[in-house]
């Protein structure tokens, strides 16, 4: 990873401070504070709850293949891939409209909330509505794809797993808490440029660099212009 140039910093910094303004108020997080703010919205419960049963079953089950070891080191590959797709085609999907009826989702339409007020944390969590059906949906998938109940409980502690961490990133992110480590600093740099500076590029959340250097989302900020709809999607 390379270190992120002054300019970025500065750039991404100054976005911040204009959604900000005025915030003099406004202090910067502990990371004990930031997770007792956390864990007052439900997301962290419904989440931890299905990570915390997965976990308590694979115990259970115990034995199992070496290759289902191979089951969190691909997500893990693939998740970069896996966030930026849900961020771009479902995230920010476009409503169309279709004859009588406007196709358009329940978590499009927080999302485009999500970027009209990037301050309001409910706002920054998964809908717990989604996960209502979310959560029990990846029990289904597992069951139906993998081959011993062993590696269906190894892909939903993976699958729980990297979900919680999503949850806690993307929330830090946008919580007052402030950058520390090299690779934290770099990920909320892309995702503030995301948010204010252009929302057609740096899609990914949990890393930097990553999928959007592959999917070509990934510009010297320097060379893209400020968007007019990073706060307002489509222009709604």
């Known amino acids: 990873m390379t270190k992120a140039s002054p300019e970025i910093e500065a ?10 303004a005025p915030s003099a ?27 915390v049963g997965s976990v308590a079953a694979r115990v259970y089950v115990g034995g199992g293949a070496w290759w289902e070891l191979l089951i969190p080191v691909g997500l893990i590959a ?22 009588p009826i406007n196709l358009d989702s329940r978590l499009a339409r927080d999302h485009r909330a999500h970027h009209a ?22 029990v289904v998938e597992a069951w139906l794809f993998t081959p011993t109940t062993s590696s269906m409980l190894t892909l939903l502690v993976s699958v729980y797993a990297i979900m919680a961490f999503y ?15 090299r690779w934290y600093r770099s990920v909320w740099r892309n995702h503030r440029l995301h948010h204010y500076k ?39």
């Open 198 to 236: 252009n929302e057609h590029y740096w899609f990914t959340v949990t890393s930097a660099g990553t999928a959007d250097r592959l999917f070509g989302t990934y510009p010297d900020p320097t060379t893209v212009e400020r968007s007019d709809t990073a706060r307002h999607l489509h222009g709604a």
């Open 167 to 181: 949850e806690w990133t993307h929330y830090l992110v946008h919580s007052d808490y402030r950058p520390k480590s």
């Open 11 to 20: 750039l991404a910094a100054q976005r911040l401070a204009d959604d900000e």
């Open 78 to 99: 693939l998740f970069p891939v896996i966030e930026w797709v849900i961020h771009v085609a479902i995230l920010h999907w476009r409503p169309r409209p279709l004859g």
């Open 117 to 138: 007020d990037p301050r309001d944390l409910p706002l920054v969590f998964i809908p717990w509505r989604a996960l209502l059906w979310v959560l029990p949906s990846y």
């Open 25 to 51: 108020r406004r202090r910067s997080l502990s990371l004990r504070e930031a997770f007792t703010e956390f864990v007052k919205h439900p997301s962290p419960y419904m989440i931890g709850a299905f990570l």
